[in-house]
């Protein structure tokens, strides 16, 4: 007998379908899987067959032959283990998969169906190639539950699934996960602005960032708070909205990050990658189809790369597409995948190796050629995708031994979400997203703020690039104002962070 079941694997953040053929014929007794399948695939025969077995299920004392299709397409995971069995089951016996339906999971040696990665990647790109029903780990049913117009069904045994196939213990869909405002409750702030003591400037600038989406990178001697600052920013920034969130969540999924029962988090990201990340760590790979690295894994949030001229030089300079396009496509052996990186970067670093140039206090051991070559691991094209760059000095002690006088972050956050709010309302997007070409539109500049911008620039050697940035960042300076146009001020203050002799 021949039966068929839907399924899918993954490549990247989209799925492709896979047909499971399983046919039982008259010859000697061998289960033969054909259809390209990689070494994780090809297990699946030894796990199947003691599944089925030890779920008191027949398995075929036949010539059995298992279809992977299309053919051409390799496949990878354990996600196609349940299909096998099912499709398996049901050509032993004569009976049918339900229409519209696939399947998903991998199979334990007595018949427990368990989790894999990225079901709700799988039940979302399944939902739009019109499947209606998925039947899925218990475990991850909450996730793909997310997907509206698809039935879940809760899988914790390959008994269990068969049963219901036969009519015999119908399982109970998965209720569909709603999300309503109310589910977004407030978050904890671990690290508040108001426990910062001095540092102005940095704070303003870590509140532009935070306002406009912008890169921002500080540069001081250890133990002058960089850490403390960049750490602080995940408590000015607002929730994540749910369109947001499910993206994070898409990635999450497909490193099996997600918690069970808790498929959506509203805090932002934040990751602090080591400096000894590799390249795979941060952009994405990994053989076959390449994961989401660090950059993926910040989306929507905050990379923080402390000790950034420590990083590998090849890492770096792969940064650079990321921060310009918000995306970053890998290629592998397996091909090429497109994930989401709109992350904010905060990067920290010393003014040299040992760490105490220009340091008042303490005497730098560093030679100056030693001092140039550490600052060139940070090349020119990097830094000038760095909207903001900010010299961070060390607290006096005696200032650190007072109460700090500085604003809390519930304070900070208040005019944060106000300037996004204005962003969001006149261009739908954050001002360091804005387009060149709208620019003009959007940023409307003053005639004398014109003028001061287009000077210096020109005298300094700004890009295009870090024109347009410094224009950006000027605009987010008058939205935390609430001025509708660009002043001399704002222009000033963004020229400020990025040419470090300007006079304000």
């Given amino acids: 007998m021949l039966a068929t ?8 953040l989209e799925a492709r379908r896979v047909e499971v053929q399983a046919d039982s014929a008259n010859g000697e007794a061998k289960f033969a899987l054909v259809g390209l399948a990689a070494t994780s695939v090809k297990e699946a025969r030894e796990r199947v067959r003691s599944a089925i077995k030890n779920s008191n299920l027949e398995f075929p004392r036949r010539r059995l032959t298992v279809n992977l299709a299309p053919a051409e397409m390799r496949k990878e995971g354990s996600g196609l283990d349940l299909p096998i069995a099912v499709a398996i089951a049901l050509a032993e016996s004569g009976g049918r998969a339900p229409t519209r339906s696939a399947f998903l ?8 169906v368990r989790h894999v990665d990225g079901v709700l990647v799988a039940a979302r790109c399944l939902r739009k190639l019109g499947v209606e029903r998925a039947f899925v780990p218990s475990v991850d049913a909450s996730e793909a539950a997310l997907v509206a117009g698809l039935e879940v069904m809760p899988c914790r045994s390959l008994a269990e699934v068969v049963a219901h196939l036969r009519g015999l213990a119908p399982i109970t869909p998965q209720p569909f996960t709603s999300i309503a405002p109310d589910d977004i409750v407030g978050l904890v702030v671990e690290h508040d602005l ?10 303003r600038a870590i509140e532009v960032a935070a306002a406009g989406g912008h890169h921002v990178l500080l540069s001081g001697p250890p133990g002058a708070g960089k850490t403390m600052l960049a750490r602080c920013i995940p408590g000015i920034l607002p929730p994540l909205e749910l369109d947001e969130a499910f993206e994070v969540a ?9 918690l069970p029962g808790r498929p959506l988090d509203w805090s932002r990201p934040f990751r602090a990658p080591h400096h000894g990340v590799s390249m795979a760590g941060l952009i994405g790979g990994g053989s076959g189809f390449a994961l989401p690295g660090e950059i993926s894994r910040a989306h929507h949030g905050v990379l923080f790369l402390d000790e950034l001229a420590e990083f590998q030089a090849g890492v770096l300079q792969a940064l650079r597409q990321p921060l310009e396009t918000g995306r970053v496509t890998i290629t592998r052996s397996g091909g090429s995948v497109t994930y989401p990186a709109r992350f904010t970067l905060v990067a920290a670093t010393n003014p040299c190796p040992c760490g105490w140039s220009g340091d008042p206090v303490r005497t730098c051991r560093c030679t100056p050629a030693v001092i140039d070559a550490y600052q060139r ?3 020119g094209p990097l830094l000038d995708r760095i909207d903001l760059q900010v010299g961070v000095r060390r607290v006096p002690l005696a200032e650190l031994a007072s109460e700090p006088r500085g604003e809390a972050s519930a304070v900070v956050k208040e005019r944060v979400l106000a300037a996004r709010s204005r962003q969001l309302e006149r261009q739908g997007c954050l001002n360091a997203q804005i387009r060149p070409s709208r620019l003009r539109h959007l940023a409307t500049l003053e005639p004398a703020s014109r003028r001061t911008l287009e000077r210096w620039a020109e005298q300094k050697g700004l890009t295009a690039r870090g024109f347009h940035r410094a224009w950006r960042v000027a605009r987010t300076a008058a939205d935390l104002e609430g001025a509708e146009l660009i002043g001399d001020r704002h222009v000033l203050e963004a020229l400020g962070y990025r040419l470090h002799d300007v006079a304000a």
Avoid: P, Y
Wanted: with cysteine.
């Fill in 105 to 112: 999971g991998e199979l334990a040696l007595d018949g427990a």
């Fill in 377 to 379: 691991r940070l090349s």
């Fill in 5 to 12: 079941v839907d399924s899918c694997v993954l490549a990247g």
């Fill in 194 to 203: 108001g426990d910062v003591h001095g540092q102005e400037e940095a704070r």
């Fill in 250 to 258: 898409q990635v999450r999924s497909l490193l099996g990050d997600l």
